[in-house]
């Protein structure tokens, strides 16, 4: 098991550029949630999703932020047009449904987005 | 609405000392399940511990213990003899169980930086 893969790790970009996260589930889990972290506000949910459908996007700052998920294992955060307060990292998380392990909801290693 | 607080913003301690994190919940549901996370200065997110609500049993795993009373909603986590392996940031972290079982979003406290020195 590969773990919740995010990529890219780092990522510098300029002010008014789009920016795309990517997130690979890990195989059977069936929710994915994206946080940002920051030090003022530390962690919140931007959107997340449950067998592919939206359940909660009330975290998502504003319409220059978007998030899909095409397929069973895969989902991707766009920022269009970036601006400096988007700096963050960006945690992608999945989990399957309780009482089929033990584990709970499992994160990648983070975007650290630097948006200058 | 749900909420968690972790009010201890920083604790420091020497080598072998015990320490407790305190984490106080808010939910209104009955059904939901307690979580605590450490973060290294590597900056991942580390899963430590699941509790859903209707085990108050506490646990122990290694140096780590937890205890959940649910009379006080607090879900404290304490670590013995501590490590300088084990200086981090701890979060506790809530979640609900949506209808059909899977679990809801998670919701973070802001925090504990632990510093344990040699």
């Known amino acids: 098991d590969a773990g919740v893969i995010q990529s890219p790790r780092h990522e510098v970009t300029e002010m008014g550029q789009e920016v795309t996260l990517r997130c690979k589930l890990i195989s059977g889990h069936n929710s994915l949630f994206w946080y940002r972290q920051t030090m003022m506000r530390g962690l919140e949910l931007l959107i997340y999703?449950?067998?592919?459908?939206?359940?909660?996007d009330s975290g998502m700052p504003e319409d220059r932020f978007s998030a899909k998920m095409p397929n069973a294992s895969f989902s991707t955060l766009k920022i269009q047009p970036s601006e400096p307060r988007d700096s963050a990292v960006y945690f992608c998380?999945?989990?399957?449904?309780?009482?089929?392990?033990?584990?709970?909801?499992?994160f990648g290693s983070g975007t650290r987005l630097t948006v200058v | 609405a749900q909420k968690v607080t972790q009010a201890q913003t920083e604790i420091s301690v020497v080598e072998k000392e015990d320490v407790t994190l305190d984490c106080v919940y808010e939910?209104?549901?009955?059904?939901?399940?307690l979580f605590w996370y450490k973060q290294p200065p590597s900056g991942e997110l580390v899963f430590l511990i699941r509790r859903n609500s209707f085990d108050e049993q506490n646990e122990i795993s290694g140096r780590y213990s937890w205890n959940f009373q649910k009379s006080t909603s607090s879900f404290n986590f304490t670590i013995t003899a501590s490590q300088v392996v084990d200086s981090a940031v701890y979060f506790c972290a809530l979640s609900e169980a949506n209808y059909g079982g899977s679990q809801g979003n998670l919701i973070f406290g802001k925090g504990t930086k632990l510093s344990v020195k040699p």
């Open positions: 999703f449950n067998n592919n459908v939206p359940i909660d």
């Open positions: 939910t209104r549901d009955t059904t939901y399940y």
């Open positions: 998380a999945s989990s399957r449904v309780p009482g089929q392990g033990v584990d709970g909801y499992t």
